[in-house]
């Protein structure tokens, strides 16, 4: 699926202030490219799911070399990580039965063509279980391939305590260089393995993270490892699954502060969402089907939201406690509608809103791979892309 016609300017309604007396906003004018979703985004998931693998990358700028930010990054597992550093690359590109079919050797390139947007991702596991060590540098491209190239080299990880806790330390942001793509977040269910990510849920009150009122209800919060709860601090989503009708959102690990996230609801847990004017995330996952039956029961969905709502009130009313209502942006990725249906929608919402009737097949049995593109450098941005392994290495349209 791809969407097009973005970069038209307007402006929706920023909320700048709440209190007990209600909240107030200003026109945040906005314009190109991908706005208003260049700015911060966030990553949400019902169940029933089970969130498999997801990474979400940004585009490098002409501004240099491969750089690293000099602060450090969480791995929320004490485990060598060295092993994983390339997993999500890898397993994305390979066959679900049986895993071992057709491995690639070590620096050969994955290349996948989504609407003639060529992503190329440099193998650079080697398969073995070393110790921690300084990240590899990421292969060449294919001589013969003038696309955008993956690095993963910003993907270094040190250990944090065994609770879960993290310190407010942001994680880093690399540049992997004009035209490569370079990791920023990562999350393994089978392994545990979590780099640059947070995963929160509205369920916040003042005895454990975030907070409650009668006014706005629960704000963000830890969630806990089920998701069913909140947390004190950041917490992995145990085997990656969420029960019927189970919200998480996906943030980055850098907390805001003072201001650096603009604003956000008093007392709230408050993350960095997803930055920069191109992203890309992939990810897999598998949406069963349990007959639940009532509210948002067998109805598993993955969107995506500007930041800013779940930073002030993604559900509390009044509504303009929320800049959804103005257009600051949702887009539903795979989205169903009700009950135990077989379809997932995917629409974006918006001052111009995109969706038709057609739709992508639930994935009930065995898992899905999917790469969602948001390219700021073209009007037709928004790329959602289904895939298998086909031939040595090539990704190409399920």
């Known amino acids: 699926i791809a969407y097009s016609n973005f970069g038209t300017s307007g402006s929706y309604n920023r909320v700048t202030a709440m209190d007990n007396n209600g909240c ?69 590109g390979d066959a679900p039965e049986p895993m071992q079919k057709g491995r690639r050797a070590l620096g050969d390139p994955v290349t996948a063509t989504i609407n003639g947007v060529v992503v190329t991702m440099v193998d650079t596991w080697s398969g073995q279980s070393a110790a921690p060590a300084p990240a590899p540098a990421a292969g060449p491209a294919d001589q013969g391939n003038s696309g955008a190239r993956v690095d993963n ?50 369920k916040g009150g003042d005895a454990c993270s975030g907070t409650f009122d009668y006014k706005y209800g629960n704000s963000l919060s830890y969630a806990s490892a089920d998701g069913k709860t909140c947390s ?115 629409t974006w919402h918006g001052a111009k809103s995109h969706g038709d009737s057609n739709y992508f097949a639930r994935p009930t049995s065995g898992s899905q791979k999917a790469v969602v593109i948001l390219d700021g450098r073209r009007p037709h941005a928004m790329l959602v892309e289904l895939f298998t392994e086909y031939g040595a290495g090539t990704l190409v349209k399920a």
């Open 24 to 92: 107030q906003s200003t026109p945040q004018s906005y314009g190109g490219g991908m706005a208003p979703f260049d700015k911060e985004i966030s990553w949400h998931f019902r169940g029933p799911m089970h969130i498999n693998q997801f990474a979400s990358y940004t585009l490098g700028s002409e501004s240099g070399s491969k750089t690293k930010r000099e602060e450090s990054h969480h791995n929320l597992q004490r485990h060598a990580h060295q092993r994983f550093h390339d997993k999500y690359e890898r397993d994305l």
């Open 153 to 202: 080299s910003g993907s270094n990880s040190q250990g944090s305590s065994s609770d879960g806790s993290s310190s407010s330390n942001p994680a880093p942001q690399m540049n992997a260089g004009s035209g490569n793509w370079g990791r920023q977040g990562y999350f393994n269910a089978a392994t545990g393995e979590t780099q640059g990510l947070a995963f929160l849920n509205n």
């Open 232 to 346: 004190p601090s950041l917490q992995i989503l145990k085997n990656g699954w969420l029960d019927d009708s189970i919200e998480v959102a996906l943030f980055t690990d850098a907390p805001c502060e003072r201001g650096s996230c603009g604003f956000s609801r008093p007392k709230s847990v408050a993350h960095h969402g997803f930055s920069g004017q191109s992203k890309m995330f992939l990810l897999e996952f598998d949406m069963p089907v349990t007959g639940g039956k009532g509210f948002n029961m067998d109805m598993p969905a993955a969107w995506i939201l500007n930041a800013d709502i779940p930073r002030t009130a993604q559900y509390a009313n009044p509504a303009q406690c929320s800049c959804w209502t103005s257009g600051c942006g949702e887009f539903d990725i795979f989205e169903v509608l009700d009950s135990g249906n077989m379809k997932c929608k995917s």
